[in-house]
Structures are given as C-alpha cells and as structure tokens.
C-alpha cells in the first residue's frame, strides 16, 4: 500500500519560511516522480514542484522559482519541500503526490495516481 504522509505545515508571516516533509512507502522512488501540489480556496490545484528520476531534475512551478526548494532523502524515503519568502498567495493546503508521469505536475485536471492528505500553509501579513 501506498502511504504519503506530510508535515510541516503551520501559520507563518509573509517574508518568512516553512519546511514540508513528506513520507514516502510503498513504492519505488526511482519509478515515480514525486512532488508537492497546492490548492487555495476557491482556486484549482496547481503542481508546483517535483523530482523526476535518477539522479533526480526538479520541476518548479514559475511562481515558486527561486524561493522554493525540493529535495529527497532516498534512504529515508522522505521528501522535502523549502519554502522561503513566503506570499501571501501561498496560503493553500499543500499535497504530496506520486505519479509514474512528470506530467502530473503541468497538465490541468490530470488523475494523479497517489496523493497524501494535505498539510495547510497559512501565511499572514
């Protein structure tokens, strides 16, 4: 069975920073692309980032460039997703997801195979 479980989630002003982890099991890293999607009230889900491959290439939603930062610890199976100066349009609950195709992460209503239960960021002014 499939299991992706996040952390990390919580209240914190604009300008500051938050750390995500996501544990992984059940699957073969190296099979999947792994990431993080986001959806806000209201709005449609957006992937914003993931890790495709061996060694992996990430993928970054433009609005996150530069101020977000994935990664993973293979050996401990957990993903992590940095988030440093953090907008208010950040607000959102955020998912961890898997999915054979890098794809899942740019194309609009793609059926992602695996999805954790979403961990809220809230940032405040």
């Known amino acids: 069975e499939v299991q992706l479980v996040e952390s990390g989630g919580g209240l914190v002003q604009a300008g500051g920073s938050l750390r995500l982890s996501c544990a992984i099991s059940?699957?073969?890293?190296?099979?999947?692309?792994i990431g993080w999607f986001r959806q806000a009230p209201g709005k449609e889900r957006e992937g914003i980032s993931c890790?495709?491959?061996?060694?992996?290439?990430?993928y970054y939603l433009p609005a996150v460039k530069g101020r977000f930062t994935i990664s993973i610890d293979s050996a401990k199976s957990t993903m992590s997703l940095q988030m440093n100066n953090l907008k208010l349009e950040d607000t959102a609950v955020y998912y961890c997801?898997?999915?054979?195709?890098?794809?899942?992460?740019?194309?609009?209503?793609?059926?992602?195979?695996?999805w954790g239960k979403g961990t809220l960021v809230t940032v405040s002014s």
């Open positions: 059940g699957l073969t890293l190296g099979d999947y692309s």
């Open positions: 997801a898997a999915d054979p195709l890098r794809v899942a992460w740019t194309s609009r209503d793609y059926d992602v195979a695996y």
């Open positions: 890790l495709t491959g061996t060694p992996p290439v990430p």
